[in-house]
């Protein structure tokens, strides 16, 4: 069976990290590119980070540059988001999707294959 498990959510006050994992079972993460998306309730699903399948380009929205590193380690198969200088606004349920590198490059939420059942972020002011 195909899975993505994120995990590491939680409460955190603003200026804190948290770090974020996603899981993969029944295939190989690393034959995707791996996409990070966010959504609060009654907005839409927005993008958040990306990874290709080689490891070789990361992407990132801007309203999270330089605050938010994604790696991935292909020995455990998972994808890691660092997510340092959290902001209230962070607050959302995270997913992480598993898709062509084009997609995920783009942040294109509906062209991903796969998807995780998400792990909520709240970041307190």
């Known amino acids: 069976q195909l899975q993505l498990v994120e995990t590491g959510g939680g409460l955190v006050q603003s200026g804190g990290s948290l770090r974020l994992s996603c899981a993969a079972s029944g295939f190989t993460l690393e034959d995707y590119g791996i996409g990070w998306f966010r959504q609060v309730p009654g907005k839409g699903r927005e993008g958040v980070s990306c990874i290709t399948s080689n490891s070789r380009y990361t992407y990132y929205e801007d309203y999270v540059k330089d605050r938010f590193t994604v790696s991935r380690d292909n020995a455990s198969n998972t994808v890691f988001l660092q997510m340092n200088s959290l902001e209230p606004d962070d607050t959302a349920v995270y997913y992480c999707?598993?898709?062509?590198?084009?997609?995920?490059?783009?942040?294109?939420?509906?062209?991903?294959?796969?998807w995780g059942k998400g792990t909520l972020v709240t970041v307190s002011p």
């Open positions: 999707a598993a898709g062509g590198d084009y997609y995920c490059s783009i942040f294109s939420s509906p062209d991903m294959d796969y």
